[in-house]
């Protein structure tokens, strides 16, 4: 093939995954996916697993037909979600498949760490993570009270980008974006807090050494190399963590922006030279994630398409296009009633229609009737809360926020990006939709000399992708509706 860079991305998310193949030519940035494949979890014994085995398999299998079309990979990189890991024995074999975060076995195991080992606001002023049970923290500490048996016997504990890399190097290391999601890494330090392992009975040596964005970890080993046919390939610690690659794609010119990472939920933030941890902070709980070229990724979770995918499931008579239903919605009456898209009420309800009409009617509000009211309800909430959630941020951000990009899936739903700009009153830019594989490609040529930093990576990215510009209009219609969102209890 032609003598440029190939970098090959390998991006794993909770339910599928995909290789893909990237370059830079003229500026900019070219990518092609090569292979897809589901993500299965597997229950067993009470427990819900991740098949490491057979996602380490269909990155063999991409390989190979990198391999087949005479691709010469520069290098490899890997992003997955965070908080999960495996477990590697003294012998280097990896000890069972590594339990997912959906698994029941941390329910109520933060409230006991609070009682049992350090308290709640420690755990914040160290670390600055929003509290999940699925925390790395309070899985290791259900392990550790279940007497777990590949915990006790781990010699290491690697996240599973690093657990991916390591089997295709056979280093171990510890990636700083996708172990700051852990709620063990203090952003301070830049390294694991060594009262929190103390709290779980682990030394610092149980994992890698800290390993920043860009940075070579190894080549595939001898056996990776006759499997695949490739030769020795350098693996690139990229933004392990897929929201992190993500938000390194975001093309913008300068810091002054926030980013709303959309898909089955939202990830609104800022970019920060230093983690914001303080009262305010915490009382709103906002997470402080690693980030690329030191940066921290100060941001909050918020129930995003989620609502709206499980009302389409629900409907029996809706349009199966996402156009012409969203256009049946966007011809309703705006503003007719309001949900707090993050109100428990809708976190995972038997019937997710039957949860916004029973929230409406206990608010007060007109109940929604028929498909096209009910997601013009969904998407004016959503709106509305991104507007919260985006004035929170201009009162922890210490420069003026001009520009929100939206990025990931969600950035092709015109509707609710003209939606967002007017109820924000920021200019919206959505896209690019595939942020995370660019992130990670980037990250690659970062490490192969290609470009700079940072803002070199998102120069090259702005001149590839051709963002979809979108005004505030109809402010003061917003500010009225804002006013009854917040009224909401």
């Not at 009409?357 to 009737?369: F, K, L, N």
């Not at 909430?381 to 899936?409: C, H, M, N």
């Amino acid at each position: 093939m032609e003598n440029k860079k190939y970098f090959f991305a390998i991006d794993l998310g909770a339910t599928s995954g995909r290789t893909i193949v990237g370059s830079l030519a003229e500026g900019k940035i070219e990518q092609e996916e090569l292979t897809r494949f589901n993500n299965n979890l597997i229950e067993t014994g009470g427990h819900v697993y991740w098949d490491i085995y057979a996602l380490y398999s269909e990155i063999i299998g991409g390989l190979k037909v990198a391999a087949k079309r005479g691709i010469e990979i520069t290098s490899i990189g890997i992003d997955t979600w965070g908080c999960d890991f495996l477990c590697i024995g003294g012998d280097g074999a990896v000890l069972r498949n590594p339990l997912a975060y959906r698994d029941p076995h941390t329910v109520g195991m933060m409230e006991k760490y609070f009682d049992e080992a350090v308290a709640k606001q420690t755990v914040y002023a160290k670390t600055g993570i929003q509290f999940m049970n699925f925390n790395s923290l309070f899985q290791l500490y259900a392990m550790r009270k279940a007497g777990n048996s590949a915990l006790e016997n781990a010699e290491k504990i690697l996240f599973i980008p690093d657990a991916l890399s390591y089997m295709l190097t056979g280093k171990a290391i510890c990636e700083y974006t996708v172990a700051s999601t852990s709620q063990i890494l203090n952003p301070v330090t830049k390294d694991l807090d060594a009262d929190l392992l103390e709290s779980l009975g682990l030394e610092r040596e149980k994992f890698g050494e800290m390993t920043m964005p860009g940075t070579v970890i190894g080549t595939l080993t001898e056996e990776v190399q006759k499997q695949t046919g490739l030769g020795a390939v350098p693996v690139v610690a990229v933004a392990g963590h897929d929201t992190a690659s993500a938000v390194a794609a975001v093309p913008a010119a300068n810091e002054r922006f926030a980013y709303l990472s959309s898909g089955t939920w939202s990830l609104m933030g800022i970019e920060t030279r230093n983690a914001i941890i303080n009262d305010r902070s915490s009382e709103l709980n906002f997470t402080n994630e690693g980030g690329i070229d030191g940066t921290t990724r100060f941001l909050k979770n918020i129930c995003g398409m989620w609502i709206y995918e499980r009302c389409r499931k629900e409907f029996t008579d809706a349009p199966q296009s996402h156009t012409e239903l969203q256009r049946e919605a966007m011809a309703q009456e705006p503003f007719k009633c309001l949900i707090n898209p993050d109100d428990a009420a809708f976190a995972n309800p038997s019937s997710m229609i039957e949860a916004i009409q029973e929230y409406c009617r206990e608010t007060g509000q007109y109940v929604p009737q028929g498909y096209a009211e009910i997601i013009r309800c969904v998407f004016d909430s959503l709106a509305l809360r991104y507007r919260q959630v985006f004035t929170w941020l201009k009162e922890f951000a210490d420069f003026r926020l001009d520009t929100l990009y939206i990025i990931g899936g969600g950035s092709l739903n015109d509707y609710l990006n003209q939606m967002t700009a007017n109820s924000c009153g920021v200019t919206v830019k959505a896209g690019p939709q595939e942020a995370t594989a660019i992130g990670n490609i980037m990250l690659q040529a970062k490490a192969a000399g290609d470009v700079k930093d940072i803002w070199d990576m998102r120069s090259i990215i702005a001149n590839s992708v051709e963002p979809r510009i979108f005004e505030p209009k109809d402010q003061e219609q917003w500010d009225k509706a804002y006013e009854a969102f917040l009224a909401l209890k």
